[in-house]
């Protein structure tokens, strides 16, 4: 049950198509739900909890970007922008259905019409795609950052009913019913769990497809595009298709920042949050899994842990070096990116999966 | 061949991960060692420095948290607002002036909304906090929500929601001077009034930053100045991104306003002033809101900075202000010399004024032992025609009425000094 180490003999498709390939997997899976919905936010206080569900969002941004640049290979510098997209539609809705506000299913409504609106801006930036490979079509997707904003602030006024020139948008509590009970979402942890399950949720789906035919079109065109079209991929439909995915998952992910704010600005989607992104794939690993979940964690824990376990306790022993810190917290930040790419270029998904294999061939090394 | 391979194997083996992190924590220690050393003699505002004052009970610290903007886009403004904050809140627990110790807790959002999520968390949570001084009009708008659900007043002087002068509909969000609506409204009741040409309308357009704060009073502007009798020629959006505005001042040129009203913060002002006086636009004819004039903007911009109008809701450090009056001495008790650069500067001004509401607030709050932000509400909406050491108007606020004032200066750069051209005055209401 522990370890696979003599070879891993599959005698059905099912079990070779499975997630989890051991017991010790579905063990661990089930095992971190647990932790992660039951344990943590009986435990957890607030303020991990709000750092958690910033986690939960950077994931599903993060898995949407690993789509399309771990398992298809196209660069997109424009999650930042397809998010934005997704969380003014969510607030867009609520402005122009008020009747949508306190029904019990507007969950159902706002989060696939964030996703749908998302994915319809991602194709679109994705087109280019086509023609442009590489470091030319990162920049091509950056574009989409300008674009959209210039779209946001001059389409707001003729779609909100006010009509106004502001370029922020309020968004309410969600309500949610779910056939047996209705609650609003209103705390921290109602969040965490409704975060959480997106997160799992778009985890879920994304690693299924992966395996689906539509996964592998996507990897041989990754690894070799002249390859996958004499094979008979066809790659408009599966770049495209790559493209609306991730951006799916990013509008999403900009619905979940909508609700975790409650107020949609266009400042909250700047290009920082595309580079955020792509540094969280990078750094988890691109093309697997997991990955994004441990870059997420990373990206969005690091900064803190830095302020609170470094700089806060030497506040009292070095004068001024919260000020100090307030300048250097982007350079640390890059410095440490620069120092991953550079040490562990797969990211620190290959470092765990490294850590496990050394348990697993204890007391070999190789 | 080989030679090759040795070649990289010997560069390879330079950058092994030992000598990588060596030279890293090195570097870091290097950081931490030349960030102690220097600096102004002002210390921060940790509540062990300065004695309490002569106070029969004492009351338990608070916490306050104030989000400074030290890097990014307005980092101009910031640094000057979070060092004359720090000060006045060491000045004010030396002499008990909130009636308790006041741990002022600084954090750096450098104008982005998440960064300053983090920090609202940070505040709540962790800090504690009673009250928190908001910064920047996009993170006023995001976390207005949240410090509404969480019971802490957040303020807003001189900045944020016009809508939040309304205690009704933001019952959190406290403004205490003169909001961007105030402000577009007294210069356009300013314009009406000085016009005296009776042949024709004035002719006045409005230029702003590129983001929500700029926008903030833009329907306001256009619905009102044909009211006023005021032709408003259009509207020029200044992206945030801006080096250089000569295309945008001579697109303003060829309009030939009467009256500029700019709504520009951080690089932008100085860039404004220096662009005009290159296409030939008289400064006499700009009039900036409060956010782009202050002695930095007319040192950068230099002799172009002549005959610049623009608002103030706090008195000018040359004023010479109670608040200013009462840091000196403590300065000079405490042996301390000041940095005139820095006071002299009216966003150092600001600071002090942001500082003095809270503290005074706090005062207001009354006795209670832990104050809630409840509490520092309730003591807010008492406040009546507070002066602030002679750096506001008079601020009221009342349970439906958060904007406190609306009264604004107009002050002019004449021979390189920013003089008083009329006394605190507010627009007419909008109709």
């Known amino acids: ?366 | 061949m080989l030679d090759e391979n040795r070649y990289w194997a010997r560069r390879v083996r330079r950058l092994s991960r030992r000598r990588f992190l060596g030279v890293a924590g090195a570097g870091a220690a290097a950081a931490l060692a030349a960030c102690g050393g220097g600096g102004n003699p002002t210390k921060s505002a940790a509540p062990a420095g300065g004695q309490g004052g002569a106070s029969t009970k004492q009351l338990s610290t608070v916490a306050v948290g104030g989000f400074v903007d030290r890097t990014g886009a307005v980092a101009n403004i910031g640094n000057l607002a979070g060092d004359g904050a720090k000060d006045w809140v060491e000045y004010a627990n030396s002499v008990n002036l909130g009636g308790r110790k006041v741990n002022w807790d600084e954090f750096n959002h450098n104008y982005e909304v998440d960064k300053a999520k983090e920090g609202y968390k940070k505040f709540i949570e962790q800090d504690k906090v009673s009250a928190f001084l908001s910064f920047s009009t996009p993170v006023t708008t995001a976390l207005a929500p949240s410090a509404d659900d969480d019971k802490t007043p957040m303020f807003t002087p001189g900045f944020g929601l016009s809508d939040s002068a309304d205690g009704k509909k933001f019952p959190y969000v406290f403004v205490g001077a003169a909001s961007y609506g105030s402000q577009a409204m007294a210069l356009l009741g300013y314009v009406k009034d000085t016009w005296k040409d009776s042949s024709r309308k004035p002719k006045a357009l409005y230029m702003y930053y590129g983001n929500d704060a700029g926008r903030e009073p833009l329907d306001l502007i256009k619905a009102q100045a044909p009211k006023l009798g005021i032709d408003l020629l259009s509207t020029v959006e200044i992206p945030a991104t801006t080096t250089d505005m000569t295309e945008q001042l001579a697109d303003v040129k060829s309009r030939d306003p009467d009256f500029l009203l700019t709504h520009l913060f951080g690089a932008p002002p100085a860039l404004s002033m220096k662009a005009a006086q290159k296409v030939g636009f008289p400064a006499t004819r700009m009039y900036s809101f409060v956010w782009g004039g202050g002695q930095y903007d007319f040192t950068v911009a230099g002799p172009a900075s002549e005959g610049y109008f623009n608002l103030q809701f706090t008195a000018e450090p040359s004023d010479n202000p109670d608040a200013y009056q009462r840091l000196r001495d403590y300065w000079k008790k405490a042996g301390k010399t000041e940095d005139t650069k820095k006071t002299g500067d009216v966003y150092y001004t600001r600071g002090v004024f942001n500082a003095a509401f809270i503290v005074d607030a706090i005062k207001a709050a009354g006795d209670k032992d832990t104050l809630t932000g409840d509490d520092v509400k309730k003591g807010l909406e008492s406040f009546k025609d507070n002066k602030l050491y002679g750096l506001s108007p008079g601020i009221t606020l009342s349970a439906t009425d958060h904007g406190g004032t609306r009264k604004v200066r107009l002050y002019q750069v004449k021979n390189g000094v920013n003089t008083m051209v009329k006394d605190w005055f507010e627009g007419p209401q909008p109709s």
Not at chain 1, 68 to 96: E, K, P
Not at chain 1, 193 to 200: C, D, P, R, S
Not at chain 1, 242 to 249: E, V
Not at chain 1, 353 to 366: D, E, G, I, M, Q
Request: with cysteine.
């Open chain 1, 1 to 366: 049950m522990l370890s696979s180490a003599t070879g891993r003999f599959k005698t059905s498709y099912a079990a070779d198509a499975a997630i989890q390939r051991t017991p010790l997997a579905r063990i661990a899976f089930w095992g971190g739900l647990v932790v992660a919905f039951v344990i943590a936010p009986q435990v957890l206080g607030n303020y991990w909890l709000n750092n958690l569900n910033a986690i939960w969002i950077a994931v599903v941004g993060a898995v949407g970007l690993n789509i399309l640049l771990g398992y298809c290979g196209q660069i997109s510098l424009g999650q930042g922008a397809f998010a934005m997209a997704g969380a003014f539609s969510v607030a867009l809705m609520y402005d122009r259905f008020p009747g949508l506000r306190g029904s019990g299913w507007e969950l159902w409504v706002t989060l696939p019409t964030a996703g749908a609106v998302g994915a319809l801006v991602g194709a679109v930036f994705g087109i280019p795609s086509v023609r442009v490979k590489g470091l030319y079509l990162a920049i091509a997707t950056l574009a989409a950052h300008p674009i959209m904003d210039w779209t946001v602030l001059h389409l707001l006024p003729r779609l909100t009913v006010k009509g106004s020139a502001a370029s922020s948008l309020p968004v309410p509590r969600p309500t949610l019913n779910l056939g047996f009970s209705s609650f609003v979402i209103r705390s921290d942890a109602d969040r965490y769990y409704l975060f959480g399950f997106l997160a799992i949720l778009g985890l879920l789906f994304a690693e299924n497809l992966v395996r689906t035919r539509i996964g592998r079109a996507w990897v041989a065109i990754r690894d070799n595009e002249l390859a996958a079209q004499t094979v008979g991929v066809n790659l408009y439909t599966y770049k495209l298709m790559a493209f609306a995915l991730g951006a799916f998952y990013a509008g999403v992910s900009g619905a979940m920042v909508a609700y975790d704010l409650r107020a949609v600005t266009n400042e909250a989607f700047g290009v920082d949050r595309s580079i955020e992104f792509l540094a969280m794939v990078i750094i988890g690993g691109l093309g697997s899994i997991p990955g994004p979940i441990l870059g997420s964690a990373f990206i969005v824990l690091v900064p803190i842990v830095i302020r609170d376990q470094l700089v806060a306790p030497l506040a009292s022993v070095v004068p001024r070096i919260a000020t100090f810190y307030a300048f250097v917290r982007d350079i640390i930040f890059g410095v440490l990116i620069i120092a991953f790419v550079i040490l562990e270029p797969q990211g620190l998904y290959s470092l765990w999966r490294r850590v496990k294999n050394a348990f697993r061939l204890w007391p070999f090394s190789y």
